[in-house]
Every structure is written in C-alpha cells, then in structure tokens.
C-alpha cells in the first residue's frame, strides 16, 4: 500500500510541475531588445607625450612644502596656541628675514613680508600671510598664524641622508 502512495504522490508532483512550468513560460522567457545610442566621437590621440600646453599649478596653499616631498621632508607638525608651538621649534632656530629666497632642491622658496611664494617648474604656491621661517641645524621651520590657529612644520631637505 505505501508503494502506491509514492507512486501517486510522484505523479501528482509531476502533473503539477509541468502544468506549473507550462503556464508560467511566459514569465520565465528573457527577451534582449536591440538598442542604439548616440555617442561622442572620441578625441584624437597625440602623437607625443606631454605635447600639450603645461600651465602648472597655481594657488594658496599652506600645505605647500609638505606636497614636494623631492624638496622637502616634514619631519613634525604642532598646532595649538601660539605659545604652545614656539616651544616646538627646533633648538637655535633663527628667524629668516624677509625679502629673502631659499632653495632647496628644484624648489625656491620666496619671502615676502609676511607671505611666501614656492615655485617648482611651472608650478606657483602661495603661502598665505603671517609665515614665518626659521633655519636652525638641517632643518627649516614654518610658523603659520591665521584666524584658524597656528601650526608649525619643520622640514628636513630631501637630499639629507637618514
């Protein structure tokens, strides 16, 4: 008895796979429409690399040195209140006096009053104003003091072995 029900249960389970299979194909079948798109030619590739115009970069950057690591390697950041940073400074560091222009590299730093300028091949960087450098021992310090606090980096020269 127990083999006719399994082998009505099996043909129940069947007929009702396929009527199932058989009225939902519809639902199953994937239908791929063609479509066209408008596209933009693409432009034409240069003979030569770096054929262009080079502009370089331009633009206030505070963070100037610390971006031409081939230069300049920053060996520590303080920020914090004004007292707090000048005891950061590197010891027997002296004050650069502006106008003045230091080199380090391929870069030139210019000092102009209370701003400086950087400039590697085509590009220009302005540090914006109240920058103060400072020398002491292979290493050259920069005081910036603005409205958002002031902060002191201190650079190593990238030709210096460690």
Known sequence: MVRYLLL????????????TGWANRDLIRIKIASAYGAVA???????????????????DAPWALSAL???LVQMSKSTGPLAFVERHLPPGA????????LRYGDCT?????????????????RI??????????????????????N?????????VKR
Do not use: H, M, Q, W
């Open 8 to 19: 009505a249960t099996v043909i129940v389970l069947a007929v009702t796979v396929g009527v």
């Open 151 to 159: 902060e002191l980096r201190v650079y190593e020269p990238a030709y």
């Open 128 to 149: 914006p104003p109240r920058v103060r450098f400072y020398r002491a021992a292979g290493v050259l310090a920069v005081l910036r003091v603005d409205s958002n606090g």
């Open 41 to 59: 030619p693409k432009p034409e590739a240069t003979s030569a690399i770096g054929s262009g115009s080079e502009s370089g970069l331009r633009g």
């Open 109 to 125: 730093i210019s000092l102009d009053d209370d701003e400086a300028y950087v400039s590697r091949g085509a590009d220009r960087f």
């Open 94 to 101: 002296d004050p650069v006096s502006a106008p003045a222009s």
């Open 69 to 71: 690591p081939e230069c």
